[in-house]
Every structure is written in C-alpha cells, then in structure tokens.
C-alpha cells in the first residue's frame, strides 16, 4: 500500500516537473520573441532625499508588456531570462533605454539601474556601458550601477574588477537589498561604493519589530563610517519615513513618493 501511495507521488511529482519544463520552455520562446518585438519597457520610480524630499534619482524599473498576459513584473521572467543567458540582452537594452530617457530631462537627476550577477561577470559589460554613455550622451556621473551582494564573491574577480572599472571613471555603484547576502562586512568594507540600500523588509516591519530599527541603525552607522550614502526602499508611510530621518538615513524610495511609472513627469523634461 505505502508503495503504490509512493510511486503515485513520483507520477504526480514527475508530472509537475514536466509541467514546470514546458512553462519555462514557452517563457524562453516568449521572451525571445519580446526582445525582437521590442515588448520590453522601462518603468522609473524617484529616490528623493530623505530630509527635503528633493528628487535625487530614478530607478529604471523593467516590465513586460506581454501581448496576451498584460504587465509582467520583473520577478516573473528574470530568473529564467538569467538561466538562458538572454538577460545580457535585456539588460543593454534597459541600460540604453535608461540612459536615453535620463539624457532627455531638463534637471540632471541620476539614473539608477539594475545589473544582474550574469551581466557583471561578462568581461565585456564594461565596455557596453561606456559605449552607452557615449551614444546617449549621459554624463557618467548620473548612472548608478545597482548590484547585488551575491554577484560580488562569486569566485571570479570579474565583477569587482569591473565596477572599479566604471567607479574610476565616475559611474556610481549601490548595493541592492542590503542586509538579505550573505557577505561578510569586513569582505565588503574593502570594495568602495557609493551607497547601500537597505532592504524593503526592514523598512516595513520598522515599527513593529525593534529588531528591524536595530539592523537599520547599524547600517546607516556603518555606511557612515564608510563614507557610503544610505537608501531606504519601500517606504509606504510618513511613520516610517520619520524614523528612517531618526536614524539619519540619507535617501529614500517608495509609494509615500510615487510610483514606479512609465515616463518622467513633463515638468522636468527638455522641451
Ligand atoms: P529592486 O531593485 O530591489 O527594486 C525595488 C522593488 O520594490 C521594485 O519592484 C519596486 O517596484 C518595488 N517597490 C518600490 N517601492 C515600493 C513600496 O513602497 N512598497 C513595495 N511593496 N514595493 C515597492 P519591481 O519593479 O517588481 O522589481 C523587482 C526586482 O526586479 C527589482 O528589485 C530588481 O531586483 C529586479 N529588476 C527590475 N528591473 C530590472 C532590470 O532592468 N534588470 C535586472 N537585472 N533586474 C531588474
Ligand atoms: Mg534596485
Ligand atoms: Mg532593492
Ligand atoms: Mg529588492
């Protein structure tokens, strides 16, 4: 009995797994197809300072526009667009678009974008991004590289090699989601950055767990003796707003602001 329940399980199980091959078999298919039918666009969401509320950048946000399924959010295709290798793809043609966009506004706000762990560890992404900046004609100091922790000590020294590439020649670098890794801080504290932003779970469990306020605390301290800048992400609500002030945090970013939106407000673009 206990043997014919198990080999139904392993029916059941293999059935799944097939099920599951197919989807990311028609995902795969999709979004090679998306990339030559330009579905891919760019979303962008304000970094304000913390104290003024002044606009300090955008972050360029990807979304599907997916033909029969609507708007797909990043978390939805990445990861296999990160198997498959195509993110290479995607993510230049969210630098370039990114970069296009920023050039075009009247104020010089920065540019925030995301690069994948698989991008970083190309030996040829750093010449993408400046032949970027050359075409758009975007200063490089207005592009902020967002990575994450676990692209950088992956074994290869091609990532930080590559980021110091482009901070010497003024691109900025944050770390993303701050404090979900797993690198050690004295690992960390030898690689120069521009800024840490702090993860969006602590920012929303700020006023319910004193844990969380303790673990931002520490983070804005150790940016501080670092000479880094702190982001907030996520912030939903004015409390959460005054206590990430409380603690000195510099920046931050979330629907208290706006959200992620297909263009930039007329008010600040050239013409
Ligand atoms: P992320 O870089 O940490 O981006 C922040 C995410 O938080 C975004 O989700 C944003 O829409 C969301 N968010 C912003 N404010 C709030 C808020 O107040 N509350 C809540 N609950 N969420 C907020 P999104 O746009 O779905 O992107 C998810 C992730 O996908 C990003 O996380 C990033 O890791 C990745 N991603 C997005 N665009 C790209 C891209 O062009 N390339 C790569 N490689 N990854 C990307
Ligand atoms: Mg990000
Ligand atoms: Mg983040
Ligand atoms: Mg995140």
Partial sequence: EAKKEGSGQIKVFRQR??????????????????????????????IVDSF???IYSYEALIRWVHPLKGLLSPDSFIPVAEK??????MGKSVLEMACREAASWAVPAKISVNVSPVQLSSKAFAGIVLSILKETGLQADRLELEVTESSLFAGSSTPVNTLNKLRSL????????FGTGYSSLSRLSKLAFDKIKID???????STQEDALTIIKLI?????????????EGVETQEQLEN????GCDLAQGYLFGKPQPGIDGKIRNG
Avoid: C, W
């Avoid at 003024?170 to 989601?177: A, E, N």
């Fill in 17 to 46: 797994m097939l099920q599951k091959l197919l989807e990311s078999r028609t995902l795969e298919h999709d979004m090679a197809m998306a990339l030559v039918n330009k579905e891919f666009v760019v979303y962008y969401q304000p």
């Fill in 220 to 232: 804005t301290g150790m940016a501080k003796s670092l000479n880094m800048k702190t982001v907030a």
């Fill in 244 to 247: 990430l002030q409380a603690l």
């Fill in 170 to 177: 003024g691109v900025k670098i944050s770390i993303d989601d």
């Fill in 84 to 89: 498959t290798g195509m993110i290479n793809e």
């Fill in 200 to 206: 969006k779970s602590f920012v929303h469990s700020i």
């Fill in 52 to 54: 003024t509320q002044d």
